[in-house]
């Protein structure tokens, strides 16, 4: 099949905002009613499929709430930025090494010979994500979705609620459109999916929740504005972990879980606390869930396609989702170009085909890994020792930058392999 998006180059201005839509074009014409893709959610899936899919020449809605930001940590590895040419200047800050602490505060450092994680701040990278759509031909309108039927002409029906441009429900009317297609990248509690895939089930999340402070200067004795920092302790979290990641002038420290009733905010505090940075100043505050297993199925062979966290798509023990949600978005774009091109609505299930035939590998291994070495502050402990040996250190970084399994050394993998049956046994200590 031919694949039109697979390479989409930058537009040539991407960073000059779209102005708000109101009711009408400039003029006074009609709002536009009919587009053959609505793309609701314009986060990273969905400004990625909006701008893939406009580039390639469709009509393509770009439907998102004003004021939201996700609670993230920020991290791009360089493959994101090669296959979706994101520029080095919406970096606010460029990792060298993480520091893994363990239950004992055992520290393991893990540098990044030859490379770097790269940083970005959500409410920067995400409105840029969302001009570049619009410069390459994308509509964007600010509102929230509402409800999705199917007509008996085999079109959707989207309605939505317009809110002004700061974030307010605007005085008029719902507006209904049309479309051949929808894209629904509207986050975890995607409505788009309780609406179209009802039957789908739901995966399991884990509670995220972050609070953004202002950096130390530099003579505090235990930052390092080039590291970040996971801790694995049960206090912090008692199935996932704890971060302190590095924004530039500001930092992003926060934890996860899945455990209900376990606060995230207390165990915040401990993990500033324990850092040194109980003191600094708190920008914001934010929260939300974070699916942790790519849903069984993201079309409702109709017209539906799902993309980004309404699709499952973070990775399991990292909480990695920016590059997966982009990737998830470009292949939703290409299988509703298809199914745009074609009118069959196999097309739709090309979009979860081609991210598990890319990543559901590594899905399966780092569930794994997280529900055998976070289950328990031993395991956590011997999980930590683990990453002070070099083969690791080296395979973990070059699978994370390049967003591939590594198998060019056969020999490293085995060394691996025998010393996680040593840890397992005891015959290694932690």
Known sequence: MENRLADVPAPASPGAPAPWESSQ?????????????????????????AHDLAKAGRSVLLLDREGRI???????????????????????????????????????????????????????????????????????????????????????????????????????????VRARCVIGADGANSLVARKGLPDVPRPQYVAAYHEIVAAPASSHPDYDPTRCDVYYQGLISPDFYGWIFPHGDSISIGVGTAIAGFSLRQATNRLRAAAGLDQAETLRREGAPIPMAPLPRWDDRYGLILAGDAAGVVAPASGEGIYYAMASGRFAAQAADEFCRSGDPRALGLARSRFMKAHGRVFRILGLLQRFWYSSDRRRERFVSMCRDPDVQRLTWEAYMNKRLVRSSPLAHLRILMKDVAHLLGIIRA
């Open 25 to 49: 074009h400039a003029g006074g014409e009609p709002l536009q009613t009919h587009f053959e893709v609505v793309v609701i959610g314009g986060g990273p899936a969905g400004a990625t499929a």
């Open 70 to 176: 996700k609670p993230c940590g920020g991290a791009i590895p360089p493959q994101l930025m090669r296959e979706f040419d994101i520029p080095e200047s919406l970096l606010c800050a460029r990792i060298q090494a993480a520091r893994m602490v363990s239950p004992a505060e055992r520290r393991v450092d893990m540098p990044i010979n030859g490379g770097f994680v790269g940083m970005v701040k959500r409410d920067v990278f995400d409105p840029w994500l969302r001009a570049r759509a619009a410069a390459a031909g994308a509509v964007r309108r600010t509102g929230t979705f509402q409800d999705l039927s199917r007509e008996a002409d085999g079109g959707l029906s989207i309605q939505y609620q317009p809110q002004t441009p700061d974030g307010e429900r605007a005085s008029s009317a719902p507006v209904t």
